[in-house]
Each structure stands twice: as C-alpha cells, then as structure tokens.
C-alpha cells in the first residue's frame, strides 16, 4: 500500500462524529528530534565504550528496559541515555558528555512546537463538522506546554494525554466522548498505537505515516486500514467514506 493512496472501507460507513488526533508526528514533528539527538549520542558515547559494542542498540535496550517504569518521552529518553552512557563504559563516561547530554534533553522540552504541513488549515476545516480531540501518550507537563504553545488548542474540545495506547485506553475515552466506536476516528502516524488498537474496538482509523518511526512503534501488520500521505488529504478522506 502506497503512502498517498486512499485504501476506504469495503462499504461507505455512518458519518463520524468524532474525529481524534495523535500529536506528536501527526500533527507537529518529534521523531526526527529523537533521531537526531541518538546520533549525537552515539557520536559521544561510543569513543568510551568498548570495541564490538553497538550503543545505539543498547540504548534501544535500555529505553524498552525502562518503559513499565519511565514511560514515554523525553525525561525519560534522557535517563535511559544517561544509564546507558555509564553501562556501555563501565562508568568511564566523561561528565561532559552526561552534561551535553542532559542539554540536549532541556533543548528538547523547551524548544518551538514545529507544526507539520497543513495541520492548521485542516484542523479549521474539520472543526465545523466533527468533535476534534487529541490523544497522546508521553510526558504530561511536556505535552501539555506543546499543545498550549501550539496555536491549535482552540479546535479541540478534549485533549487526552495518556500512558499507553491500548485497546481499553481507547475504550475508556470513547465511552468519555459518548460515542458509538463506529462514529469514532482516530488519525496518526504509528499503526502500533493509533490504528490497530482503534480497529480492535469496531472504531474507525487512519494512519498517516511519518518520515521516521521510533522502533518500538514498528509492528507486522495486514493493509486492512486506511493510509494517507499527508494530512491535507484527510477532509475529502472523511468526506468520501461517510454517509
């Protein structure tokens, strides 16, 4: 299945009444900040670490390691980054490098909400015929300062920050919305959190992928589901699928 391409359900469905977005990738860029500042961290860490070690694999380890505990984002990306550093050299890291570091991190939290292309026309169309929301996971004070800094907050009538996104997760907002699953859409970037959870329920859902995906969020899937290339392609997706 091609990014761009429409891939609708095998019959028009009832017309959504709710209409929920992921934030992060899907409404304003995060993952490549991610990306980049692994990179850096290998470029720090790996002259200390002993010959025949990968650091980004056990970075990759140590986050997964740390999840039941820490959860999603970047106050837990920098601990696991941290950890990491003093286990793959024996506790011979530099503390310049933890202090660069832990930089890196404040950078991340506290730099300008990056919006990603057409979010803020799509949104203004959208909210005149659905209830809009947003359901994310991550840390809450972070993702709280990103959706009020964002300009967006004004088109959602519900922002749901969460720690998982898995089935009873959705069908807890759900129920909250007073919503039938079937009037329900969710759109995001992973298939892992925002499309197959969403399906399991009898609900609705779109993934539109995004340049990177965190490897924790890859998973084996069947195309059964729609995916888009670009946000601005939704309107006349809803618009087309429904009754």
């Given amino acids: 299945m091609s990014a761009g391409e429409f891939v609708a359900p095998l ?4 017309r959504f009444e709710v209409v929920a977005f992921d934030a992060d990738d899907t409404l304003w860029h995060n993952e490549d900040r991610f990306v980049e500042v692994q990179a850096r961290f290998v470029e720090l860490v790996a002259p200390h670490a002993p010959r025949g070690i990968d650091v980004a694999d056990a ?7 740390n999840l039941a505990d820490l959860g999603y984002g970047v106050k837990a990306f920098v601990l696991s980054m941290a950890e990491c550093a003093i286990d793959v050299t024996n506790g ?18 506290t730099e300008p909400v990056r919006l990603l292309d057409g979010v803020p026309e799509v949104l203004e169309k959208l909210s005149g015929d659905y209830r809009l929301v947003v359901v994310t ?19 959602f009538e519900y922002v749901e920050i969460v720690s998982e996104k898995d089935p009873p997760t959705y069908r807890t907002l759900i129920d909250l919305l007073g919503v039938e699953p079937a ?17 399991e329920l009898g609900a609705h859902a779109v993934h539109i992928p995004y340049t990177y995906t965190w490897q924790h969020e890859h998973v084996e899937h069947d195309t059964g589901f729609a995916e888009l290339g670009s946000i601005r392609e939704l309107p006349d997706y809803l618009a087309g699928v429904t009754s």
């Avoid at 019959?11 to 009832?14: I, K, L």
């Avoid at 996971?137 to 088109?155: A, I, P, W």
């Avoid at 329900?184 to 197959?196: A, E, T, Y």
């Fill in 11 to 14: 019959t028009r469905v009832e």
């Fill in 59 to 65: 970075l990759h380890a140590t986050e997964m390691a």
């Fill in 92 to 109: 011979a890291v530099p503390m310049p490098v933890v202090r660069e570091l832990i930089g890196l991190a404040r950078e991340m939290l």
């Fill in 137 to 155: 996971k991550g840390d809450l004070v972070h993702q709280e300062r990103k959706v009020t800094t964002s300009g967006l907050e004004h088109f």
């Fill in 183 to 199: 009037r329900f859409c969710m759109i995001g970037n992973s298939v892992r959190s925002d499309v197959l959870p969403v399906l």
